[in-house]
């Protein structure tokens, strides 16, 4: 896995979140703004995930299994759509708050995806 993409990924998560965390504080929705990076910080794991799935066809193979992977791979890419298109059913101060957990969760899968291909402890 390329460890670069992937702390890339959790630093921009964490940044989402605190910008949606911070507009929750603050009473307000997700604005377009948000989006934008929501759909930033989406096309970074996008990418993350063509990477995995070029590297497992190339024959590298993570330490804790290729399916386990592939499922945090799909997972970490879902996480902020699914984010984002919660916020914009609940058009109120807890949309916001919901993209901002759903970009920790991001972050805590990017911790776990590094753990799977074999960074820590390696």
Sequence with gaps: MLDALTVA???????LAAWCGFAAFRDQ?????????????SVLALVQ???????LARGEKPDE?????????????????AAGFLSLA???????????????????????LYDIWGGIGA
Excluded: C, N
């Excluded at 929705?29 to 910080?41: N, S």
């Design 9 to 15: 990924i959790g630093a921009a998560a964490l940044a």
């Design 90 to 112: 609940e058009r109120t101060r807890w949309g916001s708050a919901t993209v901002a957990a759903g970009a920790v969760v991001l972050a805590v899968l990017e911790v776990r």
């Design 29 to 41: 929705p997700t604005k377009d703004w948000h989006f934008i990076g929501m759909a930033v910080v």
């Design 65 to 81: 299994g290729g399916v386990i992977f592939v499922s945090y791979l799909l997972g970490a890419f879902a996480a902020i759509p």
């Design 49 to 55: 995930l063509a990477v995995g799935i070029v590297q």
